[in-house]
């Protein structure tokens, strides 16, 4: 009887130390996004993530949209959405360039930015590789070049790995 007691509080104890609510799997979301220009060091706007899909009424023609925003340690604000969509969801992989006469501000903006969207210069590359559902991963990736209002060309990279709210 009292193999059976120490087998079963045995068993108890791999049970409870191996359910731990942390997730080390390698497709766990890292919540982070990352905005490097040139080859300055990256900026993080990994804080107060918020990454729904939004209804769009009928008379639009599409279903939803969906958008991320987020601030940096300083409160400063980045803003990220796809383009509106007829599905529920999005196909993966998206590859898409966005180039002039689109502006790349209705795709994304952050809080310091001088990107100048009337630049017929500007063309940046959008993979969205993921998408689930709630509570799963959207990650995306941007890269491409913007001239600011100065006339100056850059070189732009986003990453974006968060957690789906809505």
């Known amino acids: 009887m009292k193999s059976i007691q120490f087998i079963s509080l ?8 191996s359910c731990s609510g942390d997730d080390d799997s390698p497709s766990r979301s890292t919540e982070s996004i990352t905005i490097t220009i040139d080859n300055d060091p990256p900026m993080s706007f990994s804080e107060n993530i918020d990454a729904v899909m939004v209804l769009l009424p009928p008379q639009s023609g599409f279903s939803n949209y969906f958008t ?3 601030e940096n340690t300083s409160g400063d604000t980045f803003h990220f959405s796809l383009p509106p969509t007829t599905e529920d969801t999005y196909s993966i992989p998206m590859n ?7 502006p790349l501000s209705h795709f994304f903006t952050y809080q310091g930015s001088l990107i100048d969207d ?9 993979q969205l590789t993921q998408f689930d559902a709630v509570g799963g991963q959207v990650k995306v990736q941007i890269t491409g070049v913007y001239y ?5 060309l850059h070189n732009i990279s986003i990453s974006i790995d968060v957690t789906r709210d809505l």
């Open 10 to 17: 045995l068993l108890l104890a791999l049970i409870f130390t």
């Open 148 to 152: 600011d209002a100065g006339n100056v």
């Open 118 to 126: 009337a630049n017929p210069g500007n063309a940046v590359y959008l």
């Open 68 to 70: 991320i925003d987020s």
């Open 96 to 102: 898409t360039t966005i180039d002039f006469p689109i």
